[in-house]
């Protein structure tokens, strides 16, 4: 099997959190395997680091894991806006890695800690950069933790949206249909285990965002979804001590001018991957029961892809 090998913290995380044992790894992936091969609508990525993630992620329930992979593979047809044309060179990924608004940090807590994204929203330019674009480009990041990050896929993620200075002429476009499908895309189809999410420094307008946000999620979830304003910083730092922060906010963990580089070219590193992956996803005329649609998983109208499988 070609996975990579974990270090002890995170193989005991592995073994007492999500119920890893190495004895039933080589069954489990051969029988999701087996059930991608009699799913005629799907059309996924079947390598074993991709699908141990996934095991992970849904801590070994074949049932979960099954569900998540559907998720998210329809969830990357259907969500066109999304997840098509995610060339890095295209100019509009091009404008969002360069003022770099998604930095995961590379120093986590310990050697069991969760991976800490930081969304630096200030660094958005509204002239420059849709929001549909910025979230194109935070898919394509967490595809790449997923395909690489033990700390992400094992320990977790703890996100944390710093708003000082955040242009709200966003908010026109954060509409609460954006919103739906951001957070389904997110919670539903993505194999993490979602820690913590900060939000600090958040106006008015932007707290109002973010409660719609929370609003739209699971209780699991909103319950873990935190607010700060400039009157109570302290307790933010309790939760992301400064060490963990990068230089720009008096911390140690990298500076964003090296961080928005580094993962500018982590992303155009993937290129090839980000061009081989569309050609995944499903195709609903062949799924089956009820075909899935834009309407029918987040309630809303959309576009539809219907994709050309090989």
Request: aromatic content about 10%; proline content about 5%.
């Given at each position: 099997?070609?996975?990579r ?5 995170l ?16 069954d ?8 991608l091969?009699?799913q005629?609508h ?16 849904c ?6 894991t ?5 998720y ?7 969500l066109?806006e ?7 060179y295209?100019?509009?990924i ?14 986590t ?40 990050d033990?700390?992400f896929?094992?320990?977790g993620?703890?996100?944390w949206?710093?708003?000082?200075n955040a ?6 476009q954060?509409t609460p ?12 189809g993505?194999p993490?285990?979602?820690k913590?999410?900060?939000?600090t420094?958040?106006?008015?307008i932007?707290a ?9 999620v699971s ?22 001590s400064k ?7 008096g ?32 195709r609903?005329?062949?799924r ?8 029918n998983m987040?309630?809303?109208e ?9």
């Amino acid at each position: 099997m070609a996975i990579r090998k974990l270090c002890p913290a995170l193989q005991e995380i592995a073994e007492k959190e999500l119920n890893e044992t190495s004895e039933r790894i080589k069954d489990d992936l051969m029988y999701i395997r087996e059930w991608l091969r009699k799913q005629p609508h799907l059309k996924v990525r079947t390598d074993d680091q991709t699908l141990i993630a996934f095991l992970r992620g849904c801590k070994f329930s074949l049932q979960r894991t099954q569900e998540k992979l559907d998720y998210y593979y329809t969830a990357k047809t259907i969500l066109t806006e999304f997840y098509s044309n995610r060339d890095p060179y295209d100019p509009d990924i091009q404008e969002v890695l360069k003022l770099g608004p998604i930095l995961p940090l590379p120093n986590t807590a310990s050697a069991s800690s969760p991976r800490i994204i930081l969304f630096n929203l200030a660094a958005l330019d509204p002239d420059k950069v849709s929001y549909i674009s910025f979230i194109k480009v935070q898919f394509m990041i967490l595809d790449i933790l997923l395909q690489e990050d033990d700390h992400f896929v094992v320990a977790g993620v703890e996100i944390w949206s710093e708003m000082k200075n955040a242009s709200m002429r966003y908010a026109v476009q954060l509409t609460p249909t954006v919103v739906r499908k951001t957070n389904a895309a997110f919670e539903k189809g993505y194999p993490l285990r979602m820690k913590k999410h900060h939000c600090t420094h958040c106006p008015p307008i932007a707290a109002g965002l973010f409660n719609l946000s929370k609003s739209l999620v699971s209780d699991k979830l909103s319950k873990r979804m935190f607010l700060y304003s400039e009157n109570n910083m302290d307790k933010f730092y309790q939760q992301v001590s400064k060490y963990l922060q990068p230089k720009d906010f008096g911390g140690e963990n990298g500076s964003l001018k090296e961080l928005t580089e580094f993962w500018k070219q982590k992303v155009e590193s993937y290129r090839n991957w980000f061009l081989e992956d569309s050609r995944y996803g499903t195709r609903e005329e062949l799924r089956v029961g009820i075909p899935k649609t834009s309407a029918n998983m987040f309630g809303v109208e959309g576009t539809f892809r219907q994709l050309t499988v090989d």
